[in-house]
């Protein structure tokens, strides 16, 4: 299938798109007009043409071929012209123009894909206003725009895809306030954009995916509340947002993934209590929050996996897990409550093979000398409650883990 992207019919420069590189050979040339529905077409040399098959570009050289144009976007010539006319399809139109300055005058009112649009355009500081309102992909439109400072409110209506739509933006200063009630996936949107430190409110109610969203955003101080409810994925969602204090609500009812979701948010003090019972993946979740004091409530029934969970987490103090089922390792965590390292043992779930809960030696002092005994057998978890070392089936919770086959050390 062949797309006239844009033609300036002053000049016959063209932009084409193509689903393979064998369609090539229908497109018009300078001295040749094109085939099936481009022959009443005629372009000049330096026009270009993108493969959507394999994303490789291609311009009209001046012997009259069509060649692989490594370096430029279709649209990188575009100091030669006034304006783009008739414009269907934005996809790759700047695709790493790293020389752009200005954006000449485009029509996009038919405009569906923005895809990569104004990709790594390093020097690009402004856009102009664009009619948005038929676009269903913003997919990397201003990714690694790193000079970009401003990008002025557009009409995100039928935007479903936002992946990487501000990713590398790091000298964005605001981002523009977006209709996002249709958009599904919002992985690493704004990632990287390490200048913002706020972000309008969004509607988030059909988003699956959020993995990244927010990486590197490292002077974002809050989020707005966010409908969650769809949302599987929110794997490195915050990570390295140094400068967050405090972590939204979220419905993470659907959520399986949430490694380095916090990671690196050094000034992170709480977290709310978190839905987690399907998360099967939480490592690093907490690297290095340093500053962190509270975890309200974390279900980690369904967690196969917990690296480094609570590294480099020395201020941790409250800790709520509940049904443990993998071993995990606290003994950075000294500041650590008698309460929570109580509860911690009690929730370990009884295994079939030796497991290890790691609390290292200053931990092990708090909880020494302490007793209880066992409220029910036949659970997995095997209930207790503390009581004085003389009381009838008493034993130290050392000697209590080691009944659901763990060895605390």
């Known amino acids: 299938m062949i797309n006239i992207i844009s033609k300036n019919y002053s000049t016959n420069y063209c932009v084409f798109a193509v689903d393979t590189v064998a369609e090539l050979d229908k497109l018009p040339t300078v001295t040749s007009r094109g085939k099936d529905n481009l022959a009443a077409i005629s372009c000049i040399s330096g026009s270009r043409a993108i493969v959507t098959e394999t994303s490789e570009r291609y311009i009209l050289n001046g012997q009259n071929k069509w060649i692989l144009d490594k370096k430029f976007g279709c649209g990188c010539n575009s100091d030669t012209l006034t304006e783009f006319l ?17 954006v000449p005058k485009i029509d996009t009112s038919n405009a569906t894909n923005m895809k990569q649009m104004f990709y790594n355009c390093t020097n690009l500081t402004t856009v102009p206003k664009l009619n948005t309102s038929n676009v269903t992909d913003m997919t990397s439109i201003f990714c690694g725009c790193s000079s970009l400072t401003d990008v002025p409110e557009m009409d995100t209506s039928n935007v479903t895809t936002m992946t990487f739509t501000y990713s590398g933006c790091s000298s964005l200063l605001q981002i523009p306030n977006m209709d996002t009630s249709k958009v599904t996936d919002m992985r690493s949107t704004f990632k990287g954009c390490s200048s913002i430190t706020t972000i309008p409110a969004l509607n988030t109610s059909n988003v699956t995916t959020m993995s990244a969203m927010f990486e590197d955003c490292k002077k974002l101080i809050s989020v707005p509340a966010l409908d969650t409810q769809n949302v599987d994925n929110m794997s490195s969602m915050f990570n390295g947002c140094s400068s967050l204090v405090n972590a939204p609500e979220m419905d993470m009812q659907k959520v399986l993934g949430t490694s380095n979701m916090f990671s690196g948010c050094t000034n992170l003090v709480t977290v709310p209590k978190l839905n987690t019972n399907n998360v099967t993946n939480m490592s690093t979740m907490f690297y290095k929050c340093e ?35 993998i071993p995990i390792t606290l003994d950075g965590c000294t500041l650590l409550s008698v309460d929570s390292l109580v509860n911690t043992i009690q929730q370990l779930i009884t295994s079939s093979s030796s497991k290890i809960l790691t609390i290292g030696s200053e931990n092990l002092g708090k909880i020494n000398g302490l007793y209880c005994k066992i409220l029910n057998d036949s659970s997995d978890i095997k209930p207790m409650t503390l009581c004085n070392s003389s009381d009838s089936g008493a034993m130290s919770l050392i000697e209590y883990a080691g009944k659901k086959n763990w060895q605390v050390k």
């Open 86 to 102: 008739n414009l269907r399809d934005c996809q790759y139109l700047f695709y790493q123009c790293d020389n752009l300055m200005e």
């Open 291 to 325: 500053n962190l004091v509270s975890i309200k409530g974390l279900d980690l029934s369904s967690v196969t996996k917990a690296t480094s969970m609570f590294s480099q987490c020395p201020k941790l103090t409250e800790l709520i897990l509940t049904r443990i089922p």
